[in-house]
Each structure stands twice: as C-alpha cells, then as structure tokens.
C-alpha cells in the first residue's frame, strides 16, 4: 500500500480506566472499500470519531489525506463525508430542504446547489419524495437521504457507521449494491462499520475485525480464511440423486489426490475437503463413474465462521475482556441459533 | 469534482440564466446556521406565543399610558412632562405595570423560551452529530444559536417600539425629538442585552443538560429565585446586619444603604430595571442615595442624554459581562464535549 489516504497509527482512547481502541494501526488505501467488523461496543464509532476529529484520542494519530484529524479537524471534514448510525433531520423541514441546509454547510454555491441537491437525491433514489417532511420518512429512506447527505458534498472518502442498521433485508441488498456502484463509479474511499457480517461481506474489498477495542486482524476475504482454516480451506458439497456409496474406487481415486484432506459421506451428500480449487476434476471423475449428480456447492468460509474462530482464539487469550466478549458471545450465539 | 457528468444536465439550464444576476458567491456556513435558526424560532410555536405575550401586555401597558398621558405632561412639578413619548411608556395609574418592568420579568422567559433546548435538542434528535460532520467550526454552531435568537428578540423590541412611536403621533401629533428616539432606542438595545443575558445562560443550561425539561427547569428555576426569592434573602440579609439599637449615624446608614444596593444589584433584573429607568426618565441624576450637599443647589430638570448613559454605563457593563461569561462557559463546555448520540 503506497498511498494509503487513511493512516491511523498506534491510535488510543481510554475513558477512566477502560480502553474503548487499544493501539490501533491501520492503512486503508485510494478507492478500497474496508469493513471495520466488531461486535457492539468494540470500538468502532470511537474510531470513527477519532478520524473525524470529534474526539481528541489519548495518544496515537489519525491521519486522513495526510492531515492530522485532531489539530486540523475542519480540512480533514471537507474531504470526508460520515453517515452517523442514528441519523437525525430537521423535522420541520422536507428532505430537500434538510439536504440543500448541508450543502449550505459545505459552501456549495447557491446557484448550483438546488441542481445539485436534485441531482444527488434521484442517484439515492428519493427523487419521488424529496419534498416530504423528513418526519414522515421511514428508517430506510431516512438511511438513504444520509448518503445523499454524504454524497451532495463529494467527498474522497466516506464513513457509514453501522449503514444497514434497521432496514429490511431487500433495502440492505439495494442500499449496499448502491454503495459499492457509487464507489466504482467515482473512485470513493469507502469505511463501513457494521456487526453484520454478510453484508460487509457482499461488499467489501478487504476486512478488519475489532474486539475489544483491539484490531485482530485484516486483510480480504481470502486471504482470511486461508490463514485462519489453513489446509482445509475449499470445500466442496456434492450431492445425488441416490445414496451415494459409503466406499468404492471413486473415493479411493478421490482420496488418491495429493490435494484433498478429508471426505466425509452423508446419505446422498458428499463433502470434500481441500487445499487447492479441484471442482472441475471431482466433478468430472464423479460423471465418468456414471453418479447422478444433482448439485455441487463450493462452501467459501464466511465472516461467520472467520469471526467466530477469531473469538474462539481471543478468548483462550484474554477472558478478562468481560463486557466485549459477552456481548460477542452473545450476538454471535444469536446468529447461530437463528 | 468528481465525476462532472453527474452534475452536467442541470448545469446548462440553470446556470446560464444565474449568470445573467452575475455569479453570487457561497454565503458562510455561519449566515447560513444563523438564517436557519431565526427561521425555526419565527415558525416556533413558543416563540408565537410569547410573541403574544409580549404584544399584548405592551398594549396593555400602553393603553394604561395613553388614557393618563394629558395628566402627566400637565403635571408642572415633573420635569420630563415635555418627553411626551418616554412619558408613553413610563406613565401608569397603578393599575398595569409600566411596560419596561414588564419586560424585566417577561423578558427571561423570551430568552429562556428561545434557548433552553438550543444544543440537547439537537444531540438528541441526532442532528448535533450529522451537523458536526460538516467541515464547520464549532463555537460557530453555538454563536448562530445565540445571534439567530438574539435577531429575533431585536426585531420583535425594535418593531413595538417603533409602532409605539408611530401610534404616538397619530394620537397625539407631536413630533419625537432626537434626543427622546436615542433615548428610546438606548432602551430597546437594554431590553435585547438583557434577553441576551439570559438566552446565554440558557445555551449554557441546554449545553449542560442532556434532557431538555431538565436545562429548562434548571432555567426556570434560576429565573425564579432572581425574581421572587432574591429580594427577600437580601431583606433577611440586611435585617441580620443592621444592629437593631437607635437611631444610626448617617455615615453608617449610607454604608449599609449602599451594601443593600450592591446586594441587589447582583440580580440581572434589577441591572435592568435601574437602567431603564434612568434612560426613560432623564430627570434620575443618580441610581444610589444622594447626599444634601450634593443636591444643594441642583436644579430639578432633565439630564442630557451623555449624562443619564453615564449614570448606566455600569449597569450595562455588568449585564454584558455576565451574558460574556455565560457564553464564555457554554463554549468552554461544549468545545471539550465528546458529541455522540
């Protein structure tokens, strides 16, 4: 990363005793889209403030487009737009008019303002109701008039805390979709924090996940779960028509292979494990036995389970960390349950 | 900008009939806050109603007034009976107070009406975050605060003075002199420094306090004590220092005089009301006791205006002083304020 436009170094703030970010270091680069995972009360709006400059850390630097948030707040504001996760409007005033008061804000020219606001509030898709009072917007358009608050003022980089919070689940794929275009199209910097690990993982280019106020670790999807399942990191389900056979020369050609670890039978289901991307070949030496396949799933480890393993670790390394790995616990076991 | 193509279709119809009213420049993100604040307060409900309040006991005050106006400038012993309009709005039968001691006690309700939920409200609707992400100063969001209520209050005092005027002459036919407008308009800037006062120490209350009822209660409350409680402690105070044997020696009834006078001149209302006095009756030549020496010889007429603003120059300093350090709190309070919802 040569040119990182975010850079927090040894960041820190303690509240009393307690520390709410714990030495974080972090490079976030031009036109990445990074999700900053955590459970609630890691950390993560702290840190936000912090590279807002709303709060002043204990020791450490957040540097964004090369300017120290802390000492220069306003310079760092101009090129960074943030969507707070409960975001509040003037109620007695329409959309339109809440928009064009932030574009008043920004120094945006009057003359140009009201194409711009117009312009901005057909991209987020509220062109139809952008002269309702924003007391009769729903959470989700309420979500989505925060971006066009973001966007109106064009910033490089922007900082959506918790997005998807209280959205139904199509307005989540619609919202996130809009943010990854709107971050290809115009080269954003975009920083996503959210407890929700599918859609950071539909979304984003690389992760970072904090507990605890501490960042554990980061990097993209891939690359984190190669490290964390090692060896076993493709595996593929294949199911049949029939009962698959519990033995025969197939799994022993299988098993043959330098590359697979470890098949297990299932009735009609068979799962293998492996280091290296063989779809095709099992597929293929499958056919050939004359088996009826009728579906095969390569199984990607997802943020679920990366998260959890993590936890897992994190645990055997600190139980003192009570209140974040209860609440970690917690919502994770929910997840699971659900 | 980052992608000009976004923004280009609107640009060619809109902009090419704005360049004809030449390019106008972005107005400060301050002129904006401050805008938007007058605005909110004039569509205000509360702000309607003490509007109310205030039109009708100054046409109430001004009606008890009008029907004794003859009698008062006929009154040969006063000597401000030719200032047929501060006579207006100082004269009173007993039956209404005159409008100035009105406005010393309706006056905070108007400030803390317009203050009290300046900064919570906001953190707590949600908007204090969304506003404080924009590339602004912050003690800007807590001036246009103070300048947007304080606009509303100078325009409010300036148009009932200005009606007042107005309806004069028609009544009465006499022209205003120079020196009774300066005089009157000396009052109005008294009137908005004192709502000042109070705004300020309400945006201090709503910075202060999370939940709104709270700062307003704590506003209402301190209101009360200067109004009600103050004077009485200050009575108890007195009785317990004077020693209750004979008569005193004039030297020691003029210290304990002017201890009571300091005492109640703590209170803002009564920095208020000794000024208004003063500039709506020019004859007052001095706010403490005068001596016999000293009114020797003094002829009983009006002072020229420089003099009666040198009798309240104090009066002024001290409510200034205490509105600077009510702002200067809020600001200090709010600057080190971590904001999140």
């Known amino acids: 990363m040569e040119n990182p436009i975010i850079e927090l170094e040894g960041l820190t703030k303690s509240y009393g005793s307690a520390k709410a970010v ?51 707040p306003i310079a760092v504001k101009r090129k960074l737009g943030y969507m ?62 925060g971006l066009a608050d973001v966007l109106i003022r064009e910033p490089e980089i922007i900082i ?5 919070l209280g959205i139904d689940p199509s307005g989540i794929k619609e919202f996130l979709s809009l943010i990854r275009r709107l971050s290809k199209q115009q080269g954003l910097t975009v920083l996503l924090s959210s407890h929700h690990l599918h859609q950071v993982q539909q979304v984003c280019d690389r992760v970072g996940i904090f507990v605890g ?66 779809t095709p070949d099992v597929v293929r030496l499958f056919v050939q036995k004359g088996l009826n396949i009728t579906g095969v799933r390569k199984k990607e480890f997802g943020l679920d389970e990366i998260y959890h393993r993590y936890f897992e670790n994190n645990q055997k390394n600190n139980i003192s960390n009570g209140k974040s790995a209860g609440l970690f616990q917690r919502s994770f076991f929910k997840r699971n349950n659900a | 900008m980052e992608s000009p193509l976004v923004y280009f279709k609107g640009l060619f119809s809109k902009g090419i009939t704005h360049k004809g009213l030449g390019q106008q420049k972005a107005e400060s993100p301050f002129r904006a806050m401050t ?10 409900w509360r702000f309607i109603v003490m509007l109310i309040l205030i039109a009708l006991t100054f046409l109430g005050a001004l009606y008890v007034s009008l029907s004794n106006i003859s009698a008062a400038t006929a009154n040969i012993n006063d000597p401000d009976r030719l200032f047929v309009y501060l006579k207006l709005l100082t004269t009173s039968d007993g039956t209404l107070p005159t409008f100035h001691v009105f406005i010393s006690f309706l006056g905070p309700l108007l400030g803390i009406a317009l203050g009290f939920d300046a900064i919570n409200s ?68 008294m009137s908005i420094l004192y ?36 004077r009485i402690i200050v009575n108890l105070i007195m009785s317990a220092v004077l020693p209750s044997s004979g008569p005193l020696p004039p030297e020691d009834l003029l210290s304990y005089n002017n201890l009571l006078l300091f005492l109640l001149r703590l209170a803002p209302s009564q920095l208020y009301t000794d000024a208004a006095t003063t500039l709506l009756m020019p004859s007052v030549r001095s706010l403490g006791p005068l001596t016999m020496e000293q009114m020797a ?43 999140r919802t």
């Open chain 1, 22 to 72: 714990d030495n974080l270091s972090l490079k976030i680069s031009r036109g990445e889209i990074f999700g900053l995972l955590g459970p609630n009360g890691a950390g993560k709006t702290t840190t936000i403030l912090m590279m807002l400059g709303l709060t002043e850390p204990t020791a450490g630097l957040a540097r964004v487009c090369g300017v120290d948030a802390s000492s220069n």
């Open chain 1, 84 to 145: 707070p996760d409960s975001m509040g409007f003037y109620d007695d005033m329409t959309a339109l008019e809440n928009l064009m008061y932030i574009g008043r804000l920004n120094r945006i020219e009057e003359h140009e303002l009201i194409t711009r606001a117009h312009k901005t509030m057909e991209i987020v898709g509220l062109g139809e109701e952008m002269h309702k009072k924003t007391s009769a917007y729903s959470r989700g358009m309420k979500q989505r008039l």
């Open chain 1, 160 to 164: 959506l805390d918790e997005p998807t």
């Open chain 1, 213 to 278: 106020g501490r960042l554990l670790v980061e990097g993209d999807m891939e690359t984190l779960s190669r490290n964390l399942f090692g060896e076993e990191s493709y595996v593929l389900q294949i199911s049949f028509r029939e009962p698959a056979p519990p033995s025969g020369e197939h799994i022993e050609a299988l098993k043959a292979l330098d590359v697979v670890k470890q098949i297990t039978i299932d009735k009609n289901l068979v799962e293998v494990s492996c280091s290296e991307d063989i």
């Open chain 2, 35 to 44: 805008r938007k604040e007058a605005g909110d307060h004039v569509r205000s």
């Open chain 2, 122 to 189: 906001e953190q707590n609707n949600g908007t204090l975050t969304r506003l404080m992400a924009q590339p602004i100063y912050r003690d800007n969001v807590l001036l246009a605060k103070f300048c947007g209520a304080l606009i509303v209050v100078s325009v409010l005092f300036l148009c009932l003075v200005l009606l007042m005027i107005g309806g004069g002459m028609m009544i009465t036919g006499v022209l205003v002199e120079p020196g009774e407008l300066l005089r009157i308009l000396g009052f109005v800037a």
């Open chain 2, 195 to 230: 709502v000042g006062f109070w705004l300020s120490l309400a945006i201090l209350l709503s910075v202060r306090f999370r939940n709104a009822a709270t700062s307003a209660l704590a506003a209402i409350g301190i209101w009360l004590f200067f109004t009600v409680f103050y």
């Open chain 2, 297 to 339: 010889g003094a002829i009983p007429s009006p002072l020229p205006l420089k003099e009666s603003l040198m009798i309240v120059w104090p009066q002024v300093t001290g409510l200034l002083a205490a509105t600077t350090v009510c702002f200067a709190l809020a600001y200090y309070l709010f600057m080190r304020r971590e904001i």
